[in-house]
C-alpha cells in the first residue's frame, strides 16, 4: 500500500517531481529542487505554492528574498577579480538586505560602480599569516553572517606545458588562500552562518581530457592529479563541521563579464583579438579544428553566477550543498564567431581543414576509459599576441580612444585561458 502523503502535499508537487524524474534528474537533485521550489516540504516557512521572481535588465527569472531579511552582513573574499567585483555590484543593489558589505583583497576593486555606499574595502592579502589578517578585521570591526570567497592566485604553468599543469602549487597556494582566511575568523571570532565558496568547471576533469556530459554536481571527484578545487573543499567542510557552518560550492564555466584586469575573463582577450584585427584590416581566424568549432560549451555570466550565489547562500534548503552556474543556453564557436565579426565589421574565416595543425596529446582519459584529449590548432592567442603588428596596432588604438590598460603586460596570464575556450576539441554541458 503506498504511503499517505505528507500534510500539506499538492498535486503541483506531485507533477513538478514527475516532470524532474522524466529530466533525468537524481533523487538528492530532486530533493534540492522540491524544497527552494515548495519549502513546506522541507519545514523551513510557512506552505506557499508559488515562487516569486523578477526580472533585472537581461537577467529573467530571479528569486526574490523574504522582507524581513535585512541589516545582513556579508564578506567578500578576492573583491578585485571579475567574480568578486560582479558579487558586490549583485549585493550593493538592495542596500536594505545588505546593510555592511567588506570587500577583502590587496587592491581595492578598479570598477569603481562595484564600490556601493554600503561597500568598504579593507587591503587584505590571504597569503599573510591568520594572525595578520585578524587584526585587519578585528581593527575594523568586522563581523559577518554571509562570506563569499573568490580569491584565486595563478602560479606560473611548467614550462612549456598547460595553463594548469603545476597542480600541486595551485593545491599548495589557493588551499593556503583559503584556510588563512578561515583560521583569521577564528581568531577574529567572526562566525558566520553561510560560506559561498566559488570553484569551477575544473572540478569535473575537462582540462585533462574528455569526460561524460553533461556534468552533474553528484559526479565523482576525478584524482587523477591534485585540484586544488578539492582542496579548498576538503578545507570548507572541516571547518563548518567544526564550527556549525553551513557551506555552499558554486561551479560556474567560463566566466564572461565586464571589469578592469581579469586574467579569467573570457571575452576580454577575445575583444582585444577583434578589436586589433579590425585595425590591421584583417579577419578573425579560428585557431582550432572543426571539432573545436562545432562544441557545444556552457558559459556562466559573472553577474548571473553572483545572483545565483545569493539566491544558495540565503535559501535554507541550498545549505551543504554544491551548485553548477551555467548561463543554461547552447553556445558554439561556430554561431558566435560571426557575430563578433560583425560587431567589429570585419570578416571571417572558419578551420581550414587542409591547414597544418599543431597538435597537443593530454596525458589522461579523465573519465577512465575512452581515448586520451587531442587538440588541433594552426596557432595559438598568446602567439598571436607576442606579433610586433599587433602590439604596434594596440598602441595606435590606445592613442585613438584614449585606452589605458594594455593586455599585452602579461601574455601568458591574460590569454592563454581564452584560447583553451577556443581551441579544445570536447563539450563542456552543465545539466
Not at 507533477?15 to 529542487?33: N, T, V, Y
Not at 573568490?150 to 602560479?155: A, D, M, V
Not at 555552499?248 to 571575452?267: C, Q
Request: aromatic share 12%.
Amino acid at each position: 500500500m503506498p504511503s499517505p502523503a505528507p500534510t500539506g502535499w499538492t498535486p503541483q508537487m506531485d507533477s513538478f517531481i514527475k516532470a524532474l524524474h522524466k529530466a533525468g534528474e537524481d533523487p538528492e537533485s530532486i530533493r534540492i529542487l522540491l524544497e527552494a521550489e515548495h519549502p513546506a516540504v522541507g519545514g523551513k516557512m510557512a506552505p506557499s505554492t508559488t515562487q516569486v521572481v523578477q526580472s533585472k535588465g537581461i537577467y529573467h527569472g530571479l528569486p526574490t528574498f523574504p522582507s524581513d531579511l535585512k541589516n545582513l552582513r556579508a564578506i567578500v573574499a578576492g573583491a578585485n577579480g571579475i567574480s568578486g567585483q560582479h558579487m558586490l555590484r549583485a549585493l550593493s543593489e538592495d542596500p536594505d538586505r545588505w546593510g555592511q558589505i567588506y570587500a577583502l583583497s590587496r587592491r581595492p576593486p578598479l570598477d569603481k560602480e562595484a564600490l556601493g555606499q554600503n561597500i568598504k574595502h579593507l587591503a587584505v592579502d590571504f597569503l599573510s599569516s591568520p594572525e595578520a589578517i585578524a587584526k585587519i578585521l578585528r581593527e575594523e570591526n568586522v563581523q559577518a553572517d554571509y562570506v563569499f570567497f573568490f580569491s584565486y592566485i595563478q602560479p606560473p604553468p611548467k614550462p612549456g606545458q598547460s595553463l594548469w599543469s603545476n597542480a600541486e602549487e595551485m593545491c599548495e597556494v589557493n588551499g593556503r588562500l583559503l584556510q588563512n582566511c578561515l583560521s583569521a575568523f577564528k581568531i577574529a571570532s567572526i562566525h558566520p552562518q553561510r560560506i559561498v565558496l566559488q570553484t569551477g568547471l575544473k572540478n569535473y576533469g575537462g582540462h585533462l581530457g574528455p569526460i561524460s556530459t553533461p556534468h552533474i554536481e553528484s559526479d565523482p571527484r576525478v584524482t587523477i592529479e591534485p585540484n586544488f578545487y578539492y582542496t579548498q573543499e576538503d578545507i570548507l567542510f572541516e571547518y563548518c563541521k567544526q564550527n556549525s557552518t553551513q557551506w555552499n560550492v558554486i561551479r560556474p564555466s567560463f566566466i564572461l563579464g565586464a571589469v578592469k584586469d581579469a586574467a579569467m575573463n573570457m571575452v576580454y582577450p577575445l575583444s582585444v583579438y577583434a578589436a586589433v584585427q579590425a585595425h590591421l584590416k584583417q579577419p578573425l581566424i579560428f585557431p582550432g579544428d572543426y571539432p573545436a568549432w562545432d562544441k557545444e560549451q556552457i558559459q556562466s555570466t559573472a553577474m548571473l553566477n553572483s545572483y545565483m550565489s545569493q539566491w544558495a547562500a540565503l535559501t535554507p534548503a541550498a545549505g551543504n550543498h554544491a551548485f553548477n552556474a551555467g548561463d543554461d543556453c547552447p553556445f558554439t564557436w561556430c554561431r558566435f564567431w560571426p557575430v563578433l565579426a560583425s560587431w567589429y565589421g570585419v570578416s571571417w574565416l572558419p578551420p581550414d581543414p587542409n591547414a597544418d595543425y599543431k597538435v597537443m596529446e593530454l596525458p589522461h582519459t579523465p573519465r577512465g576509459y575512452g581515448p586520451k584529449g587531442k587538440i588541433h590548432y594552426t596557432y595559438t592567442f598568446v602567439e598571436w599576441a607576442h606579433r610586433p603588428e599587433v602590439q604596434k596596432a594596440w598602441e595606435e588604438l590606445s592613442k585613438q580612444f584614449g585606452l589605458t590598460q594594455s593586455p599585452f603586460d602579461d601574455i601568458e596570464r591574460l590569454f592563454t585561458f581564452t584560447e583553451l575556450a577556443l581551441i579544445v576539441s570536447w563539450p563542456w554541458q552543465y545539466r
